[in-house]
């Protein structure tokens, strides 16, 4: 196993429907395929593909859409999205999903929420254990917060916001800034004497041109300049990545070695929502893990 996959890592931005494994949206659009709701033949080579286009990725949002829409769908892609972020060595996972209404279906928002409690507990890779009166699901090894999201309700357009839009968030000092691009000068001059953690996400950026190459991200830049920063998926599945992809590429693109990489994920600590028994039962396991690692 390579180093990056053995790692112990912190997953902050990571969307429930972006995760699905393309097993299981193969088997649910052949289901739909079967009953007429789509052209199978039309969606098949998108889910099989790795290395999708702007179009393709937009193309598998809307299939996504319509295939996670019932229940028992999204009760079984929470149990395998956190599964598979749990085989590769993900200790704490922070998953956001927006509640959806189908009245067709008969969901609400609630019932829709009690589906991904329900995926939760149906997870056998991991324990999970439920904080009372939170929507925390909290585990012995993989720490799994749910938490609202900040993304748009579609992703048809790539959101870009502008510069006065920018600025309000930052006067807001949120706890963590998703992505951060599209900054200008003065932006990146007050987010880093904000010291607002940055969750950066490779692979998506690139996929949706939102940056056009690594060699210019500013991950450099804030890595350089010591700001907070940690990596994350995005969308692992619809981006044909994971939380180790996205280690061993910035060790390449950014030259980044196993201490450096190590160190970045266990900053990852500070920044998330859970509380400090969490954070001093992560330290633990990473440090553990540095020891094992040699580090
Ligand atoms: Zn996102």
Request: net charge negative.
């Amino acid at each position: 196993m390579e180093w990056w996959v053995y790692m112990p890592k912190v997953e902050l931005h990571a969307h429930l429907n972006g995760s699905v494994r393309d097993s299981t949206l193969l088997e649910l659009a052949r289901v739909l395929g079967d009953e007429g709701v789509i052209v199978f033949s039309d969606v098949e080579h998108v889910i099989m593909k790795d290395d999708r286009s702007l179009h393709e990725v937009f193309k598998l949002f809307d299939l996504i859409h319509i295939l996670t829409t019932d229940h028992k769908t999204v009760t079984r892609i929470t149990k395998e999205v956190v599964e598979d972020f749990a085989y590769e060595n993900v200790v704490y996972l922070e998953l956001r999903t927006t509640p959806k209404k189908n009245d067709s279906k008969g969901m609400s928002k609630r019932s829709y929420m009690e589906a991904v409690m329900e995926g939760l507990r149906a997870v056998t890779a991991v324990d999970v254990d439920f904080a009372p009166q939170s929507l925390d699901a909290r585990t012995s090894l993989n720490r799994i917060p749910m938490n609202g999201t900040c993304h748009g309700a579609t992703r048809r357009k790539i959101y870009v916001p502008n510069h006065e839009e920018i600025q309000m968030m930052l006067d807001f000092l949120p706890n963590r800034i998703g992505h951060a691009c599209c900054f200008s000068e003065e932006d990146w001059r007050k987010l880093k004497s904000s010291k607002i953690p940055v969750e950066i996400c490779l692979t998506s950026n690139i996929r949706t041109n939102t940056i056009s190459s690594l060699d210019i991200h500013h991950f450099v830049d804030l890595y350089n300049a010591k700001h907070p920063v940690i990596l994350c998926t995005d969308d692992s599945g619809v981006f044909s990545t994971s939380l180790s992809k996205e280690y061993s590429l910035a060790s390449s693109a950014f030259g980044l070695g196993k201490k450096e990489l190590f160190q970045l994920a266990r900053n990852g600590i500070d920044y998330i929502f859970a509380d400090d028994e969490v954070k001093g039962d992560l330290t633990e396991i990473f440090s553990s893990a540095a020891k094992e690692l040699d580090l």
